[in-house]
């Protein structure tokens, strides 16, 4: 099983960037995907998930709105859109299937001007 994140970096306050989780190892159309975060000193936060048919989504209050989840279930992949980026999102985000829980090696996201 493997999860492997791209699309991170450095964006300046009201940004935009696109993070994409390539799986692999398993029959992702049957699981639930998320995504988390984890900010310097602080625990990991979950920021969105998405059923495995894209059906439903979740998104933590504090992104609700300026991110987009979304899946393509024949390209075993699940992105995250992230707009109207805030120096608060800089974190590393971290691909996430739901159960059983496995994770991505996490791609880093700086929001700085």
């Known amino acids: 099983v493997q999860l492997v994140e791209s699309g991170g970096g450095m964006v300046q306050p009201g940004g935009s960037l696109r993070l994409s989780c390539a799986a692999s190892?398993?029959?992702?159309?049957?699981?639930?995907m998320s995504w988390l975060r984890q900010a310097p000193g602080k625990g990991r936060e979950l920021v969105a998930s998405i059923g495995s048919n894209g059906g439903s989504t979740y998104y933590s209050d504090s992104v609700k709105g300026r991110f987009t989840i979304s899946r393509e279930n024949t390209k075993n992949t699940v992105d995250l859109q992230m707009n109207s980026l805030k120096p608060e999102d800089t974190a590393v985000y971290y691909c996430h299937r739901v159960s059983p829980p496995t994770w991505g090696q996490g791609i880093q996201v700086t929001v700085s001007s």
């Open positions: 190892g398993f029959t992702f159309s049957r699981h639930s």
